[in-house]
């Protein structure tokens, strides 16, 4: 686990857009997992300026969605879908075989679950950037989620109910979320894991240096071979160790 900190999240953005782009270059095939949320939001946009300023190729790219609210149709400009539809997708008009989103209005989840193992079985992740929650998850895997858990539908906690109010216009009733898992999270070829503002700097020190628990999912962090852990200055506040 490498730990880089930045002087704001502009920068911490930069690196990572920068590094994706980079791995773009060496790997045409590349296959991002990535989140949708605030934390990656400028990430992406400067990861597609890069694409096309710099005219990357990237035919063969291919792109999953980490997770999305269960039952949310995708023009509700809070769900995920809307995130990378509007700063992905149709920035890089990339085609239908290229990306893989859950359907989050599927009346068959579990199918919905089963054909996403089998992409990211068939596939691999190359890099799987994410975001941390106020209660530690990593998509929707929630405290108590199994390590080597698959996609899945998963009951919200109560944080994530409440902190995800953010994302919508209005009060929004979510109970259960469609997500990647983490036991697909251990078999990406490196994960990102970043986070900016000092209100993450509480989770980003447990993540980092507390036990490695399931009640606790972004610990999980500490057992994959080649993770990166991208922070601003306030998010990194609370590490022991000085970087
Ligand atoms: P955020 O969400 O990037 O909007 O802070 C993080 C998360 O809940 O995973």
Redesign the pocket.
């Known amino acids: 686990m490498t730990i880089s900190v930045f002087e704001d999240y502009h920068a911490l953005s930069a690196h990572a857009a920068s590094f994706i782009a980079g791995q773009l270059r060496i790997k045409p095939s590349l296959t991002l997992c990535m989140?949708s949320?605030?934390?990656?939001a400028l990430t992406v946009e400067m990861l597609v300026n890069t694409i096309l300023s710099e005219k990357i190729d990237y035919s063969g790219f291919r792109f999953i969605g980490l997770d999305e609210w269960l039952g949310l149709p995708p023009e509700n400009s809070g769900s995920c879908h809307y995130f990378f539809k509007t700063k992905l997708i149709d920035p890089l008009q990339l085609s239908p075989s290229q990306y893989f989103l859950f359907d989050a209005m599927s009346p068959d989840p579990a199918a919905e679950c089963k054909k996403m193992d089998a992409v990211i079985a068939e596939r691999g992740i190359d890099i799987m950037l994410?975001?941390?929650?106020?209660n530690g998850?990593?998509?929707f895997n929630e405290p108590g989620t199994s390590f080597l858990s698959l996609c899945h539908v998963a009951a919200l906690d109560d944080t994530?109910k409440s902190?995800g109010q953010?994302y919508f216009n209005e009060q929004m009733e979510l109970s259960k979320g469609i997500t990647t898992g983490l036991g697909q999270l251990l078999t990406a070829s490196t994960v990102l894991l970043m986070a900016n503002g000092s209100k993450?700097a509480p989770v980003i020190q447990k993540a980092v240096e507390g036990p490695v628990k399931e009640s606790f999912p972004a610990s999980i962090i500490q057992r994959h071979p080649n993770a990166v852990i991208l922070t601003d200055k306030e998010a990194a506040a609370l590490l022991n160790t000085s970087r």
């Open positions: 989140a949320g605030h934390t990656p994410v975001g941390i929650g106020m998850h990593i998509g994530t902190v953010k993450k």
